[in-house]
C-alpha cells in the first residue's frame, strides 16, 4: 500500500493535460476509483477491474480532449501527475453521435460484450437526470491515493470553481460516494435527488453549484433544479 501523504518539495501546478499524457491520466483516475462503489460494480472481476478501469478512464479522456475545459490535471514541474479533473463546457457535456459511434469498439473491449449493456444502460440514467440550461459538469475527479488528503484535489477544483465564478455560470455532477459529498459541500454543492443505476447498481448523488455559492449558499437554488431535469 503506498502511504505517502507528503506533497513533493518542488511544489505543483495545474494545468491542461498534454496529450502524451493520456495513459498517464487514465491511470491516475483509475487508482483513484479503485473502490468506487460504481467501479467496483461494472467491472466485478477483481483481477480485471484495474487494468479495465484504466482503458475507461482513457476512453472518456479521449471524449473529454476536444470540449471546453478539457482535462486538467495537477502536476510537479517534473511531469509526476498528483490530481485530475474531466471538465466539459456549457453545452458540451455530451458527445455526437459521430464521436459515440467512433468510441464503441473501445467501449466493448473495455466492458466486453455482457457489460456493454450494462454501461449502456448507466449511461442513459446518467442521461436522464443530467439538467438542461447551461452549466459547467465534472464527470470525474480522481487525486492519487498517495496524494490523498494533501488538499489537491481541493486545489484543482477551486480553480475551476473560480474560473466557472467569474462567467456567472453553475457547475453540475455526481457523486457515486456518500463519503465524498461532505467534499462537495464545502464548494458550495447541494445534493439534488438520487440516481438509482438499473439492475441493482449503486446509487449516485447528483450536486448542483449555483455561481458563487460557498458551503451556506444555494440550498433553495440546488432544490430548484430538480424541475430542470429531463423527464
Not at 480485471?48 to 482513457?58: C, I
Not at 502536476?75 to 474531466?86: F, N, P, S
Request: hydrophobic content about 40%; overall charge positive; charged content about 20%.
Amino acid at each position: 500500500m503506498n502511504v505517502r501523504t507528503v506533497l513533493p518539495s518542488a511544489g505543483y501546478g495545474i494545468r491542461c493535460a498534454r496529450p502524451t499524457e493520456s495513459g498517464a491520466v487514465a491511470a491516475l483516475l483509475a487508482r483513484s476509483f479503485a473502490d468506487d462503489p460504481v467501479m467496483v460494480w461494472m467491472f466485478p472481476e477483481p483481477a480485471r477491474r484495474a487494468r479495465r478501469t484504466a482503458r475507461f478512464f482513457k476512453l472518456i479522456s479521449r471524449q473529454q480532449r476536444p470540449r471546453a475545459g478539457a482535462v486538467r490535471v495537477a502536476a510537479t514541474r517534473g511531469g509526476e501527475l498528483l490530481a485530475a479533473a474531466l471538465w466539459s463546457g456549457p453545452g458540451r457535456w455530451q458527445p455526437s453521435a459521430a464521436r459515440e459511434l467512433a468510441a464503441l469498439p473501445g467501449y466493448a473491449r473495455t466492458f466486453g460484450v455482457r457489460g456493454l449493456r450494462r454501461a449502456a444502460e448507466v449511461e442513459n440514467a446518467l442521461h436522464e437526470s443530467h439538467p438542461e440550461g447551461p452549466h459547467w459538469y465534472l464527470p470525474s475527479l480522481g487525486t492519487d491515493p498517495a496524494f490523498q488528503g494533501t488538499g489537491v484535489g481541493s486545489a484543482l477544483v477551486r480553480e475551476q470553481l473560480a474560473h466557472c465564478d467569474r462567467l456567472g455560470e453553475p457547475v453540475y455532477l455526481e457523486s457515486s460516494k456518500a463519503s465524498n459529498v461532505p467534499f462537495y459541500e464545502r464548494f458550495g454543492f447541494r445534493v439534488t435527488g438520487e440516481i438509482r443505476l438499473p439492475g441493482g447498481g449503486p446509487p449516485l448523488w447528483p450536486m448542483w453549484r449555483v455561481p458563487g455559492s460557498g458551503p451556506d449558499h444555494g440550498r433553495a437554488e440546488a432544490a430548484a433544479v430538480q424541475s430542470d431535469r429531463r423527464g
